[in-house]
């Protein structure tokens, strides 16, 4: 099995999945987003450096780093032309372009009947202060973006006024949610091929509880409830892997926040003797076996 790890190959994720394919003996190469090449007219379609992408029987997506409109429309377009030439990608571009957008995922929640906090998304200052006004407390997110940043709460009108005019002069778009009272934790769990194959609780000192921002991972038993609404989550933005993050609010009832299409473990597995690279990595090749 040839396999193609698009981002570093070096860092504490790469190795491990490195090390997991070796284990079912797929050989990997590792290559960066930035350094995609794509041609119309003869072949290879797409290559990276030495590496002939549309060669490979897998691409698995490690990495999507930030850059221009034009360079993330590129890197999205090559995935899908890795797709439309046969090439098996995970998770698929349109999953990653689905979970990347906040909007698209938290509507695609509620349409599949996943239990999401009320969501606004806006361009109008006025509109974006109703929602301060109606809900009291509002989580204001980047669209896209992850690992907390960015993510600030409002619960003063005057205060939310300065914060989104200030938004306002960079021209970005409201996305707001109604916030959840969850004291300083939340869950995370890890979905591979509609399982859930490890979780854990993130507990901070604060409303934050990404492990990015400092937050401790805890070991987790996930109840059944937890595994429905984070395979569903998962399913309902078309991801084959993905880390789901759910909120208990005071009252017990749960709700999914985010998917990560591109999601890390390094937390999690200090909480779990569950192998995730390898996990990950056999059902991929599993999945493959079913295909050839």
């Not at 999507?64 to 571009?93: K, W, Y």
């Amino acid at each position: 099995m040839n396999v193609c790890l698009i981002g570093s190959g070096d860092g504490w994720h790469g190795e491990r999945l490195r090390a997991a394919f070796a284990r079912r003996g797929a050989s990997v190469s590792a290559v960066s987003p930035q350094r995609l090449r794509a041609r119309v007219g003869g072949r290879p379609a797409v290559t990276a450096g030495q590496v002939a992408l549309d060669h490979a029987d897998l691409v698995l997506v490690r990495s999507m780093p930030a850059g221009s409109l034009e360079q993330i429309v590129f890197r999205m377009d090559v995935l899908h032309v890795l797709e439309t030439l046969g090439v098996r990608v995970v998770n698929p571009p349109r999953s990653i372009e689905r979970a990347v957008d906040k909007y698209l995922t938290s509507k695609l929640l509620e349409v599949h009947g996943v239990p999401t906090p009320a969501t606004v998304v806006t361009e109008s200052v006025d509109e974006a202060l109703e929602c301060v006004r109606q809900w009291g407390r509002v989580v204001v997110k980047p669209l896209f973006g992850g690992q907390g940043v960015g993510m600030v709460r409002v619960d003063d009108p005057d205060v939310a006024v300065r914060v989104f005019r200030a938004l306002h002069l960079g021209r970005y778009v409201y996305y707001l949610q109604e916030y959840v009272e969850h004291g300083t934790e939340d869950i995370r769990t890890f979905v591979v091929g509609g399982r859930v194959t490890a979780a854990m609780v993130r507990r901070g000192t604060g409303w934050k509880t990404n492990v990015a921002q400092g937050a401790t991972p805890v070991p987790c038993a996930p109840d059944p409830e937890v595994i429905t609404w984070s395979v569903r989550a998962a399913r309902a933005v078309g991801t084959f892997y993905a880390g789901v993050d759910l909120l208990r609010d005071a009252a017990g009832r749960l709700y999914v926040t985010e998917v990560n299409s591109i999601p890390g473990w390094k937390g999690l597995q200090q909480t779990t003797a569950v192998d995730i690279a390898q996990t990950l990595v056999d059902a991929l090749v599993v999945r493959a076996d079913d295909r050839s």
